[in-house]
């Protein structure tokens, strides 16, 4: 018999409890309930009847771990061989492919559901489009470094916890990419490079990055640091060069006050300014901090189903906003008569120009600074946009950008979201004005819960 105490008013279980998953949340963990209160229990899929025990509570939920399944959904596969289960980024590598395409399609239609933009009944949303590889996919491998009693581990995060996973098998990870940041950690070793320490605020490397071009092979590795001065660091950098593909090395300076992985200056080693990739048949180059997609090939299918929404003719003028690379612009620019492109990353404008130049586009300009800003400066200056596409970060639109749009009104209008909550809340605003012809969801990383789309607006007459 299962005992459940109650203390201060929150549920703690002194036994396993039997739970029956009902579905799937948006961070792929089964979901059920329990004395009428909804449990998050990662692993565990929808029809399963599951033994848990409750981890954590809290006013509105539960969270539970899964120790073992009573009754088998039939759309369970095999977690990966040889895979620490403990290793993030693989929420649904224990569910079927084709349950995950139909999983991501429900994920948009649930937050149409929840937000309820204009007609939301109505918005036709597409079955999601296939990656053409479900392993070994990602070109870019960002692992965390720490030295606990002088032994090191590069690796990644385990979910919820500062542990970190030393030299994780990812399956989704290119496998040049693993054997690099394998190789770079023997050398880091050999050479004893400081590592950074949080406790005693000590400098050292905190970060390495390795980014391998899926067009030329090439690889690029960002040491991130904190502090400049890193004794010996040159020297590891002459030693990575060696290694098989890798033509570049950067160091990237970051502060122990930076919630994030990237610092704002950057300064090349040794090597190569930039790798190269190539979209249909246009070529990107790509220095460290540029924002690329993960999965190149499926970048391709994303970017093409995106640029045909647009009804594009050679007098149109298209804005390309958070521009990145300049990628989409670039694709776009021989069906317009003037690509503009907004992008808040200094290092990004310079690469977005130089593909102009590499590609020989002559009608596209790239401006530095943010969206938000320029935007409403390009309405006031008079300047008609025919056809505009955004690609925001997880965040989605600013209120004050949505604000603009539906003061300018550009005609054609293409929003790629990489996140269904804020696109479903964003439409409720835009749908002032526009009519939401179609969401297409895309799978660019398999095995994950991560959710890209495409949505088609159309402007109401």
Known sequence: MRHILKKNNQI?????VIITIKRL????????????????????????????????????????ELIRIKEKSPHRVAFPKNVNPETGGLELAHLDYDSQLLFKKELIKDSLLKFHPRNY??????????????WYYRNKAQYQIESIKNKISL?????????????PIMPTQSKNTQKIEFAIKKLIEKMHIAIA???YKKDGLKTVVVRQSHATDEIQVTLVTIGKNIKNLDKLAEKIIELENVVSVFQNESQWNNPLVWGNKTTKLIGKN???????????????RAFFQLNPEQTEVLYSTALNYLELNANSILVDAYAGVGTLGILASEKVKQVIGIESIPEAIADAQFNCRLNNVKNAEYINGSVEKILPQMQ?????????????????????????????????????????????????????????????????MPQTPRWEGIAKLVLRK
């Open 12 to 16: 703690t279980s002194e036994k396993d």
């Open 25 to 64: 949340g948006i961070n792929g963990e089964g979901i059920g309930y329990y004395k009428k209160k909804i449990i998050f229990i990662p692993n565990a899929l929808p029809g399963e009847v599951v033994v848990a025990k409750i981890t954590e509570t809290f006013p509105k939920y539960l969270e539970g």
């Open 121 to 134: 009944q109505k918005i036709k949303v597409k079955n999601t489009i296939p990656a053409p590889k479900q």
């Open 155 to 167: 690796g990644m995060y385990a979910p919820k916890s500062q542990k970190i996973i030393d030299l």
């Open 197 to 199: 320490d949080s406790r």
């Open 274 to 288: 930039y790798i190269t990739e190539q979209i249909l048949n246009k070529k990107f180059i790509l220095s460290p």
């Open 380 to 444: 006031k200056d008079g300047i008609a946009i025919d056809a505009l596409i955004v690609d925001p970060p997880r965040t989605g639109l600013n209120k004050q950008l949505v604000k603009t749009l539906l003061t300018c009104k550009p005609k054609d209008f293409v929003y790629i979201s990489c996140n269904p909550s804020t696109l479903a809340r964003d439409l409720v605003l835009l749908s002032q004005a526009y009519d939401v012809r179609l969401i297409q969801p895309v799978d660019m």
